[in-house]
């Protein structure tokens, strides 16, 4: 499913200005998903950033339709997919208070230290000071997690696209926290249901969730 959001306050509601559903997430679902915003009047050449994952077909999508968009890779799915290409090598045997840890605790300690360290480098007050904690976390972790640093460092700079804008729009703009909270709640509903007989009713429900989202904020 296909989202467009516009974001107005950092306590207001988030407004959904269009959904769909799609296949696969590839250049021409992302084409065909931003011509139909643009027959909805949308201004492609006034939008200027668009938040996303990792999804491969939406670059190429976005310099056809928005040409002046910048895109904001989301700092949470860059930092929680350091998880997934973890080779745990040289883990340590004892924790910082020389008390002895077990396997399980041991990968569990590296995990947390590897993505605190991430973390720390978009709490920088600017992309240059950003920059350099990147530096430093490469030359402090490419010897123990070679796979994980090199696999973070893709990309990198579509992560840092929110430091072109005002600093209080931030803690809002570098990742795609606002859009997962509806595709939770989505999630949550789907399960409750079980199966979706056809496009229509999935859809129904989708608008349910945002409507009831909506109805939070306004009270």
Known sequence: MRLSLADSSLNSATPVLHYEIAEQEEIQSWSAFFEHLIERRLAPNAVELL???GTLGLPAAMSQHLPNA???RCITHKVRCLKAYLSY???PEHNDQGQTLSLSEAKQQRHYQIQSDACEIYKAEDETVAKQR????IEKWTLLEPKAVSTFERDIELTFSFYQFH?????RIRTSNLIERLFEEFRRKSDEIGAFPN?????TVFFLV???EHAKHER
């Open 51 to 53: 938040i996303s994952d």
């Open 70 to 72: 910048k895109q904001q």
């Open 89 to 91: 090598a040289q883990l």
């Open 134 to 137: 990147l530096a430093t976390f």
């Open 167 to 171: 600093d209080g729009l931030h803690p």
């Open 199 to 203: 496009d229509q009713s999935c859809l």
């Open 210 to 212: 945002v409507q009831r």
